[in-house]
Protein backbone atom coordinates (compact mmCIF):
# COMPACT_ATOMS: atom_id res chain seq x y z
CA UNK A 1 0.00 0.00 0.00
CA UNK A 2 2.92 1.86 0.84
CA UNK A 3 6.94 2.50 0.27
CA UNK A 4 9.58 4.12 2.43
CA UNK A 5 12.57 6.18 0.38
CA UNK A 6 14.61 3.19 -0.18
CA UNK A 7 12.11 1.83 -2.70
CA UNK A 8 13.29 3.41 -5.48
CA UNK A 9 16.84 1.73 -5.40
CA UNK A 10 15.23 -1.24 -5.60
CA UNK A 11 13.31 -0.19 -8.60
CA UNK A 12 16.04 1.39 -10.62
CA UNK A 13 15.28 0.51 -14.61
CA UNK A 14 11.90 -0.66 -13.65
CA UNK A 15 9.37 -0.38 -16.55
CA UNK A 16 6.82 2.33 -14.80
CA UNK A 17 3.95 -0.33 -15.73
CA UNK A 18 5.30 -2.85 -13.32
CA UNK A 19 4.99 -1.28 -10.00
CA UNK A 20 1.93 0.82 -11.31
CA UNK A 21 -1.54 0.29 -8.86
CA UNK A 22 -3.12 -2.38 -8.56
CA UNK A 23 0.58 -4.18 -7.73
CA UNK A 24 2.65 -6.44 -6.20
CA UNK A 25 6.04 -7.02 -5.39
CA UNK A 26 6.68 -9.98 -7.54
CA UNK A 27 5.45 -8.40 -11.02
CA UNK A 28 8.36 -6.01 -10.82
CA UNK A 29 10.90 -8.47 -8.89
CA UNK A 30 10.69 -11.57 -11.42
CA UNK A 31 10.08 -9.66 -15.06
CA UNK A 32 12.39 -9.47 -17.48
CA UNK A 33 11.46 -5.37 -17.62
CA UNK A 34 11.45 -5.41 -14.49
CA UNK A 35 14.60 -5.82 -11.38
CA UNK A 36 15.08 -9.03 -13.07
CA UNK A 37 18.37 -8.32 -14.75
CA UNK A 38 19.97 -6.59 -11.96
CA UNK A 39 19.48 -9.84 -9.60
CA UNK A 40 22.25 -11.45 -9.04
CA UNK A 41 21.17 -15.03 -7.88
CA UNK A 42 18.25 -14.69 -9.80
CA UNK A 43 17.28 -18.34 -10.62
CA UNK A 44 17.82 -19.06 -6.99
CA UNK A 45 15.86 -16.45 -5.43
CA UNK A 46 13.06 -16.59 -8.21
CA UNK A 47 12.69 -20.18 -7.63
CA UNK A 48 12.37 -19.70 -3.74
CA UNK A 49 9.95 -16.84 -4.33
CA UNK A 50 7.65 -18.94 -6.61
CA UNK A 51 7.57 -22.20 -4.18
CA UNK A 52 6.61 -19.98 -1.27
CA UNK A 53 3.67 -18.47 -2.95
CA UNK A 54 2.82 -22.12 -4.76
CA UNK A 55 3.08 -23.20 -0.44
CA UNK A 56 0.62 -20.54 0.26
CA UNK A 57 -1.77 -21.55 -2.71
CA UNK A 58 -1.84 -24.43 -1.15
CA UNK A 59 -2.45 -23.74 2.47
CA UNK A 60 -5.55 -20.87 0.84
CA UNK A 61 -6.19 -21.11 -2.55
CA UNK A 62 -7.09 -18.17 -4.48
CA UNK A 63 -7.91 -17.73 -8.32
CA UNK A 64 -5.75 -14.75 -8.06
CA UNK A 65 -2.56 -15.99 -6.16
CA UNK A 66 -2.85 -19.08 -8.87
CA UNK A 67 -2.76 -16.36 -11.50
CA UNK A 68 0.06 -14.57 -10.42
CA UNK A 69 1.81 -18.19 -9.83
CA UNK A 70 1.18 -18.75 -13.38
CA UNK A 71 1.91 -15.80 -15.07
CA UNK A 72 5.58 -15.52 -12.50
CA UNK A 73 6.62 -19.05 -13.52
CA UNK A 74 6.70 -17.51 -17.33
CA UNK A 75 9.25 -14.65 -16.45
CA UNK A 76 11.84 -17.61 -15.00
CA UNK A 77 13.82 -20.05 -17.07
CA UNK A 78 14.59 -22.63 -14.95
CA UNK A 79 14.04 -21.77 -11.12
CA UNK A 80 16.83 -23.40 -8.91
CA UNK A 81 16.98 -23.71 -4.83
CA UNK A 82 21.00 -24.49 -3.96
CA UNK A 83 21.95 -25.17 -0.48
CA UNK A 84 23.78 -21.29 -0.53
CA UNK A 85 21.30 -20.10 1.57
CA UNK A 86 20.18 -20.38 5.19
CA UNK A 87 17.47 -22.78 4.70
CA UNK A 88 14.46 -20.57 5.62
CA UNK A 89 15.02 -18.07 3.27
CA UNK A 90 17.43 -16.97 0.04
CA UNK A 91 19.20 -13.71 0.14
CA UNK A 92 18.21 -11.26 -2.77
CA UNK A 93 21.21 -10.21 -4.31
CA UNK A 94 20.55 -7.16 -6.07
CA UNK A 95 22.87 -4.95 -8.38
CA UNK A 96 21.88 -1.16 -7.79
CA UNK A 97 23.88 2.06 -9.44
CA UNK A 98 25.93 2.21 -5.75
CA UNK A 99 27.11 -1.25 -6.03
CA UNK A 100 25.51 -4.73 -4.83
CA UNK A 101 22.82 -5.24 -2.06
CA UNK A 102 22.12 -8.33 -0.06
CA UNK A 103 18.27 -8.17 1.25
CA UNK A 104 16.41 -10.66 3.13
CA UNK A 105 12.47 -11.05 2.23
CA UNK A 106 9.93 -11.11 4.86
CA UNK A 107 6.13 -11.04 5.08
CA UNK A 108 4.10 -9.95 8.20
CA UNK A 109 0.50 -11.36 8.54
CA UNK A 110 -2.35 -10.35 11.15
CA UNK A 111 -3.48 -13.77 11.93
CA UNK A 112 -5.49 -12.85 15.01
CA UNK A 113 -7.09 -9.68 13.21
CA UNK A 114 -10.46 -9.09 13.97
CA UNK A 115 -10.89 -6.79 10.34
CA UNK A 116 -11.32 -8.83 7.20
CA UNK A 117 -9.48 -6.48 5.72
CA UNK A 118 -6.86 -6.31 7.98
CA UNK A 119 -6.56 -9.94 8.12
CA UNK A 120 -6.12 -10.10 4.25
CA UNK A 121 -2.93 -7.59 4.53
CA UNK A 122 0.05 -8.89 3.77
CA UNK A 123 2.99 -6.85 4.11
CA UNK A 124 6.03 -7.28 2.19
CA UNK A 125 9.95 -6.00 3.67
CA UNK A 126 13.02 -5.89 2.14
CA UNK A 127 15.65 -5.68 5.04
CA UNK A 128 19.27 -5.21 4.53
CA UNK A 129 21.42 -8.37 5.07
CA UNK A 130 24.32 -6.89 5.85
CA UNK A 131 25.93 -3.57 7.00
CA UNK A 132 26.79 -2.11 3.72
CA UNK A 133 23.41 -2.60 2.27
CA UNK A 134 22.22 -0.57 4.94
CA UNK A 135 24.32 2.18 4.33
CA UNK A 136 23.69 2.16 1.04
CA UNK A 137 20.03 2.37 1.62
CA UNK A 138 20.12 4.88 4.20
CA UNK A 139 21.80 7.16 2.24
CA UNK A 140 19.27 6.96 -0.15
CA UNK A 141 17.38 9.59 -0.80
CA UNK A 142 16.97 11.41 -4.15
CA UNK A 143 14.00 8.82 -5.34
CA UNK A 144 11.52 8.70 -2.25
CA UNK A 145 9.68 6.20 -3.60
CA UNK A 146 8.97 7.78 -6.85
CA UNK A 147 8.67 6.33 -10.02
CA UNK A 148 10.30 7.76 -12.96
CA UNK A 149 8.04 10.53 -13.46
CA UNK A 150 8.06 11.55 -9.98
CA UNK A 151 4.79 10.12 -8.76
CA UNK A 152 4.82 8.25 -5.66
CA UNK A 153 4.81 4.76 -5.80
CA UNK A 154 2.11 2.01 -4.12
CA UNK A 155 2.96 -1.52 -3.86
CA UNK A 156 0.34 -3.45 -2.70
CA UNK A 157 -0.27 -7.52 -2.93
Same mark, same amino acid.
Given at each position: &?????????????????????????????????? +??? =? !?????????? !????????????? $??????????????????????????????????????? &? =?? &? /?? !?? %???????? %? !???????????? $??? /??????????????????? =? +???? =?
Amino acid at each position: &MATNAAFGVLVEGVAPELPAPPANAYRPALHPEG +MAP =R !IVNFSEWAGH !ILERLHQENLRNP $DERLAGLHAELVRYVPRPLVTADHLGFAVPLRLRSERGE &M =RL &M /TT !IT %TFATAVDV %T !IAELKLDAFLPA $DQA /TASLLTGRDDHEGRDQRGK =R +MVIE =R
